[in-house]
């Protein structure tokens, strides 16, 4: 059976499209109204809320909780400080992405860490010895997301958090009407935005706070296909579809470090032993034999391609999330994993995974696009990530 | 004083001047542009007339906005940000209502709701609309070719629209005739029974102009909200983020990046002219300004009979521009307000109030409407297409109250015994009046109202007569004939000056097409 979130009881009613996929074991709202346009919308140019809560949670707390997460993460867990948030992967023994997630530092000795896949056992078989307990919270703590330009004005109204002050990857314990949470200035959408954390039980009051609190800045709740398009702008990287968890790929090949998904920096290699790190500090040394970029396929191409069949260009009107082969001069060098048109910037946009000869910024490359039928390749260019970056994320 | 000529001075900052101006700027030329307001846009400003409350003044939706504009200009990097106007509803005068929404499914049913007949048409319609505007669409990024002449040139791009229309195929090209010639409400009499729908979609074919639903000539217009449709991904077709005066700002950003001078307060009097040629313009303030071309983003009447000495111009084409038919007939009026207003038909919040509402009950009632225009009184009843910008942008108004943009047709330029004051008031009134009977609480939300005659769109905002799009779209006035064969390709009679405003082809509404065909056209010269 797979479950509803604890934000259920309000986010059932309101989806009208009845439109559920599931995620991580729980259903969630693809979209709520017929069509995720507006959703989209609310989250680049008013407020979205977004339910989060499938989300693997993990609890770390103990004397040895940094230790153990300094061992298994990328990133120099000693450097973050509490109240900091700090993205990173994990990696295996041959330094190959498991998977990806943010780290809480909630106290000195308490963490919570996010995760797309279960990782309990992965924690666990690593913390032997170590004086640290770990706990799956997933569905204890509920979460929900409040992104676009008016979330801080929304939050600043429905809680006594000190909103101003908050920087980016930052977190403080604030009460959202009487109900404790916890606010960090994060998200998947790469805009000015939060996750509120609170438990389970009290998951209904908060929608109900922030959802009256927004009503007059736009607040519209959004799914899982508002949330994918954003999150491809931001340049963000979706565990089973940018990249194979190495601990699942079938295939050697399927494998990424994270060199080469483009998370060289998030590679503390200066820090003594961490999972996979003997691996990474030789590849770094090799340089990596991939790496995922941008792509920007060009519109007059498509409209050159559509144009032999009297069509206008037909785009996919929700992001794909397929294997797509991208070409230099009719040789394949590499396949993108999710596309979609950009709204905000009118571009069609992809994330690729890019031999590194042909990963220069720049770099003109085609790829495969389906026009009637027909195989065709469009003109892409090579471009930085995040594709849309506003200065409101971290002002 | 060399360091002070301009390759090109464009008048008037509306957004067509702007994409003029940012065009030749992106070609490496010198470019000063000339607004007579404090701020750029023409009709596409947003103003914050009582304080906290954004009016997108004129204009409100953004139509047909040209991709390429978008594209090239990179207008999404100025801050261009065009969000969906999804749903138009009716309110009925049984207390009923029509509403079409975003998704199509949901419109059939509600369509098979008034007549099951027309909800199948519908389809069948949309479809044939939809390959109609494709075949059309291209016209509106071509410079229209002069059908008498035998140049190389024009030959060509009649040729390529002959090949164009050749693709038809007799069953489509029919339809096409038909919709060029006949007026919207015979065309969708022929499609059609339910009268809103009718009435609703006939009403796009005579704004702005001062024709009524049966005049021949206004099924025309109904084929550009199909063609927004084929530009939907960029939404050429929407609302902007901001009003409309966003698009101006981004538009007059880009031109700033690519190294035009835009100077806002600077009124034109005149163009100077030496030996035939333009070498300038002088400012109302006296200041002269020296370019190697000018170009002109006012309107016909007022370019060639206000800014230019009519001897400098052929007679016959003087005629021409006089005869240019520029009647305004648009009214707007837009109010701040404390709450939400409240549809009889529809009681509540609900996504209808994030797009349009239409006033057109009827065939009838608009044809009475247009009936007191034709003898000098504004309609009683008027036709209005109502949308509250702060639904879909809530930073048009403070958290909590709201705007609503009220486009009404008919206000006639040429009222008996003139437009003043107290006219307009009344005017105001009658709008009102009429909303009220759809929307019962209006008069108790309304903080403050905003009202334009034709009369203060001449004086404001530079149109002559009010006229919303710089002449009207009727067919005698569109392509080969904007504004005065053959002097249709931006070109004028006087060598060097240039026109790029609504007034030309393509016509009016925010697309920006004009000015950046004839910034094209210009630079081909240059
Ligand atoms: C009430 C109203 C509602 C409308 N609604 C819509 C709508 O919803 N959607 C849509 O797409 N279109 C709409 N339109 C039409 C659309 O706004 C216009 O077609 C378009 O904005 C015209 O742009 P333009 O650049 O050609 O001319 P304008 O915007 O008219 O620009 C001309 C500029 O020249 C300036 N000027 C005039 N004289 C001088 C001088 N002597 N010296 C210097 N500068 C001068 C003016 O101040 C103005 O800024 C509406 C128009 C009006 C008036």
């Given at each position: 059976?797979?479950?509803t979130?604890?934000?259920?009881?309000?986010?059932?009613?309101?989806?009208?499209?009845?439109?559920?996929?599931?995620?991580?074991?729980?259903?969630?709202?693809?979209?709520?109204e017929?069509?995720?346009?507006?959703?989209?919308?609310?989250?680049?140019?008013?407020?979205?809320?977004?339910?989060?809560?499938?989300?693997?949670?993990?609890?770390?707390?103990?004397?040895?909780?940094?230790?153990?997460?300094?061992?298994?993460?990328?990133?120099?867990?000693?450097?973050?400080?509490?109240?900091?948030?700090?993205?990173?992967?994990?990696?295996?023994?041959?330094?190959?992405?498991?998977?990806?997630?943010?780290?809480?530092?909630?106290?000195?000795?308490?963490?919570?860490l996010?995760?797309?896949?279960?990782?309990?056992?992965?924690l666990?078989?690593?913390?032997?010895?170590?004086?640290?307990?770990?706990?799956?919270?997933?569905?204890?703590?509920?979460?929900?997301?409040?992104?676009?330009?008016?979330?801080?004005?929304?939050?600043?109204?429905?809680?006594?958090?000190e909103?101003?002050?908050?920087?980016?990857?930052?977190?403080?314990?604030?009460?959202?009407?009487?109900?404790?949470?916890?606010i960090?200035?994060?998200g998947?959408?790469?805009?000015?935005?939060?996750?509120?954390?609170?438990?389970?039980?009290?998951?209904?009051?908060?929608?109900?706070?922030?959802?009256?609190?927004?009503?007059?800045?736009?607040?519209?709740?959004?799914?899982?296909?508002?949330?994918?398009?954003?999150?491809?702008?931001?340049?963000?990287?979706?565990?089973?579809?940018?990249?194979?968890?190495?601990?699942?790929?079938?295939?050697?090949?399927?494998?990424?470090?994270?060199?080469?998904?483009?998370?060289?920096?998030?590679?503390?290699l200066?820090?003594?032993?961490?999972?996979?790190?003997?691996?990474?500090?030789?590849?770094?040394?090799?340089?990596?034999?991939?790496h995922?970029?941008?792509?920007?396929?060009?519109?007059?191409?498509?409209?050159?391609?559509?144009?032999?069949?009297?069509?206008?260009?037909?785009?996919?009107?929700?992001?794909?999330?397929?294997?797509?082969?991208?070409?230099?001069?009719?040789?394949?060098?590499?396949?993108?994993?999710?596309?979609?048109?950009?709204?905000?910037?009118?571009r069609?946009?992809?994330?690729?995974?890019?031999?590194?000869?042909?990963?220069?910024?720049?770099?003109?490359?085609?790829?495969?696009?389906?026009?009637?039928?027909?195989?065709?390749?469009?003109?892409?260019?090579?471009?930085?990530?995040?594709?849309?970056?506003?200065?409101?994320?971290?002002? | 004083?060399?360091?002070?000529?301009?390759?090109?001075?464009v008048?008037?900052?509306?957004?067509?001047?702007?994409?003029a101006?940012?065009?030749?700027?992106?070609?490496?030329?010198?470019?000063?542009?000339?607004?007579?307001?404090?701020?750029?846009g023409?009709?596409?400003?947003?103003?914050?007339?009582y304080?906290?409350?954004?009016?997108?003044?004129c204009?409100?939706?953004?139509?047909?906005?040209?991709?390429?504009?978008?594209?090239?200009?990179?207008?999404?990097?100025?801050?261009?940000?065009?969000?969906?106007?999804?749903?138009?509803v009716?309110?009925?005068?049984?207390?009923?209502?029509?509403?079409?929404?975003?998704?199509?499914?949901?419109?059939?049913?509600?369509?098979?709701?008034?007549?099951?007949?027309?909800?199948?048409?519908?389809?069948?319609?949309?479809?044939?609309?939809?390959?109609?505007?494709?075949?059309?669409?291209?016209?509106?990024?071509?410079?229209?070719?002069?059908?008498?002449?035998?140049?190389?040139?024009?030959?060509?791009?009649?040729?390529?629209?002959?090949?164009?229309?050749?693709?038809?195929?007799?069953?489509?090209?029919?339809?096409?005739?038909?919709?060029?010639?006949?007026?919207?409400?015979?065309?969708?009499?022929?499609?059609?029974?339910?009268?809103?729908?009718?009435?609703?979609?006939?009403?796009?074919?005579?704004?702005?102009?001062?024709?009524?639903?049966?005049?021949?000539?206004?099924?025309?217009?109904?084929?550009h909200?199909?063609?927004?449709?084929?530009?939907?991904?960029?939404?050429?077709?929407?609302?902007?983020?901001?009003?409309?005066?966003?698009?101006?700002?981004?538009?007059?950003?880009?031109?700033?990046?690519?190294?035009?001078?835009?100077?806002?307060?600077?009124?034109?009097?005149?163009?100077?002219?030496?030996?035939?040629?333009?070498?300038?313009?002088?400012?109302?303030?006296?200041?002269e300004?020296?370019?190697?071309?000018?170009?002109?983003g006012?309107?016909?009447?007022?370019?060639?009979?206000?800014?230019?000495?009519?001897?400098?111009?052929?007679?016959?084409?003087?005629?021409?521009?006089?005869?240019?038919?520029?009647?305004?007939?648009?009214?707007?009026?837009?109010?701040?307000?404390?709450?939400?207003?409240?549809?009889?038909?529809?009681?509540?919040?609900?996504?209808?109030?994030?797009?349009?509402?239409?006033?057109?009950?009827?065939?009838?009632y608009?044809?009475?409407?247009?009936?007191?225009?034709?003898?000098?009184?504004?309609?009683?009843?008027?036709?209005?297409?109502?949308?509250?910008?702060?639904?879909?942008?809530?930073?048009?108004?403070?958290?909590?109250?709201?705007?609503?943009?009220?486009?009404?047709?008919?206000?006639?330029?040429?009222?008996?015994?003139?437009?003043?004051d107290?006219?307009?008031?009344?005017?105001?009134?009658?709008?009102?009046?009429?909303?009220?009977?759809?929307?019962?609480?209006?008069?108790?939300?309304?903080?403050?109202?905003?009202v334009?005659?034709?009369?203060?769109?001449?004086?404001?905002?530079?149109?002559?007569?009010?006229?919303?799009?710089?002449?009207?779209?009727?067919?005698?006035?569109?392509f080969?004939?904007?504004?005065?064969?053959?002097?249709?390709d931006?070109?004028?009679?006087?060598?060097?000056?240039?026109?790029?405003?609504?007034?030309?082809?393509?016509?009016?509404?925010?697309?920006?097409?004009?000015?950046?065909?004839?910034?094209?056209?210009?630079?081909?010269?240059?």
């Amino acid at each position: 059976m797979l479950r509803t979130t604890p934000f259920h009881p309000r986010t059932g009613p309101l989806c009208q499209a009845k439109n559920w996929r599931r995620w991580a074991g729980y259903v969630a709202a693809s979209s709520y109204e017929l069509t995720h346009e507006r959703e989209y919308h609310a989250i680049r140019s008013a407020a979205a809320l977004i339910d989060v809560s499938p989300l693997y949670k993990y609890s770390v707390r103990g004397p040895d909780a940094g230790r153990l997460l300094n061992r298994v993460v990328t990133r120099d867990v000693d450097k973050c400080a509490v109240n900091q948030v700090m993205y990173t992967p994990w990696c295996d023994e041959d330094g190959k992405v498991i998977d990806d997630g943010t780290l809480s530092r909630l106290g000195e000795e308490t963490f919570r860490l996010t995760a797309a896949e279960p990782n309990l056992r992965w924690l666990r078989d690593n913390a032997l010895g170590l004086n640290v307990t770990i706990d799956d919270v997933t569905d204890s703590i509920a979460a929900v997301a409040l992104q676009g330009p008016n979330s801080r004005e929304i939050l600043k109204h429905a809680s006594d958090a000190e909103l101003d002050d908050l920087r980016f990857f930052r977190l403080t314990p604030a009460r959202v009407q009487e109900v404790p949470v916890t606010i960090s200035r994060t998200g998947y959408t790469g805009d000015l935005g939060y996750e509120v954390w609170v438990d389970a039980e009290r998951a209904v009051s908060l929608w109900d706070a922030l959802m009256a609190a927004g009503e007059p800045y736009g607040i519209t709740p959004a799914g899982m296909l508002a949330l994918d398009v954003s999150r491809i702008e931001a340049g963000l990287l979706l565990n089973q579809v940018d990249y194979i968890p190495a601990n699942k790929a079938l295939l050697e090949t399927r494998k990424s470090s994270p060199f080469e998904l483009s998370l060289g920096w998030t590679v503390a290699l200066g820090k003594d032993q961490f999972v996979g790190r003997a691996s990474l500090v030789e590849e770094q040394r090799r340089g990596p034999a991939s790496h995922l970029r941008g792509l920007e396929i060009e519109w007059e191409s498509l409209e050159e391609i559509y144009a032999e069949f009297g069509l206008p260009p037909e785009l996919p009107t929700i992001a794909w999330r397929t294997s797509v082969p991208v070409y230099s001069n009719s040789k394949q060098i590499g396949y993108a994993t999710s596309g979609a048109w950009s709204p905000t910037l009118k571009r069609y946009i992809a994330l690729a995974h890019l031999r590194a000869q042909h990963a220069e910024l720049g770099t003109k490359l085609a790829m495969e696009v389906t026009a009637e039928h027909q195989r065709k390749s469009a003109l892409a260019r090579v471009v930085t990530t995040p594709f849309f970056d506003p200065e409101r994320k971290r002002a | 004083m060399a360091a002070n000529r301009y390759d090109a001075v464009v008048i008037g900052g509306g957004h067509n001047g702007l994409v003029a101006a940012a065009y030749l700027a992106r070609a490496g030329k010198k470019v000063l542009v000339l607004e007579r307001r404090h701020l750029v846009g023409g009709s596409a400003v947003t103003e914050e007339i009582y304080p906290g409350f954004k009016y997108s003044v004129c204009s409100y939706v953004v139509s047909l906005l040209r991709p390429e504009i978008i594209r090239e200009l990179d207008l999404s990097a100025h801050g261009l940000d065009l969000l969906p106007l999804e749903s138009t509803v009716t309110p009925l005068p049984n207390g009923d209502y029509l509403a079409r929404w975003a998704d199509h499914d949901q419109t059939r049913r509600e369509l098979y709701r008034h007549s099951p007949r027309d909800a199948e048409a519908y389809d069948e319609f949309g479809t044939l609309m939809y390959h109609l505007a494709f075949a059309v669409k291209p016209i509106l990024s071509m410079v229209p070719p002069d059908p008498t002449s035998l140049s190389p040139a024009d030959l060509r791009s009649l040729l390529k629209l002959a090949n164009h229309f050749r693709g038809l195929g007799e069953e489509k090209l029919y339809p096409l005739i038909k919709l060029m010639t006949m007026s919207s409400a015979d065309y969708l009499d022929e499609w059609f029974e339910t009268e809103a729908l009718k009435a609703t979609m006939s009403a796009s074919g005579v704004i702005g102009t001062f024709l009524g639903p049966r005049s021949p000539g206004t099924a025309y217009v109904l084929l550009h909200h199909y063609m927004g449709e084929i530009d939907g991904a960029f939404r050429a077709w929407g609302f902007a983020k901001g009003g409309t005066g966003s698009v101006s700002e981004a538009i007059a950003s880009a031109a700033r990046g690519l190294g035009a001078e835009i100077r806002t307060e600077a009124s034109v009097a005149r163009v100077i002219i030496e030996n035939g040629r333009a070498a300038g313009v002088a400012l109302e303030s006296g200041e002269e300004i020296r370019a190697n071309v000018v170009v002109s983003g006012v309107d016909p009447r007022l370019t060639f009979l206000g800014l230019i000495e009519p001897d400098e111009l052929p007679s016959e084409f003087v005629q021409a521009i006089k005869r240019f038919r520029i009647r305004g007939s648009s009214g707007k009026v837009n109010l701040a307000l404390d709450a939400l207003p409240n549809l009889a038909c529809l009681p509540g919040v609900g996504p209808h109030l994030r797009g349009a509402v239409s006033i057109s009950p009827s065939i009838e009632y608009l044809e009475r409407a247009y009936d007191d225009a034709k003898y000098g009184s504004f309609s009683r009843h008027p036709y209005m297409d109502i949308v509250l910008p702060s639904m879909i942008d809530p930073d048009m108004a403070p958290p909590g109250k709201h705007v609503m943009s009220i486009f009404v047709q008919y206000a006639p330029y040429e009222l008996n015994g003139g437009w003043n004051d107290a006219q307009r008031e009344e005017f105001g009134d009658a709008v009102i009046d009429t909303l009220s009977e759809y929307m019962p609480n209006l008069k108790e939300i309304i903080l403050h109202r905003q009202v334009l005659t034709p009369w203060d769109m001449e004086r404001d905002f530079g149109l002559t007569e009010g006229n919303i799009f710089h002449g009207e779209l009727s067919l005698h006035q569109l392509f080969f004939m904007r504004p005065a064969a053959p002097w249709t390709d931006y070109h004028t009679p006087i060598k060097d000056f240039y026109q790029c405003g609504s007034g030309t082809h393509p016509g009016g509404g925010i697309s920006g097409a004009s000015g950046r065909l004839a910034a094209l056209t210009m630079l081909e010269d240059m």
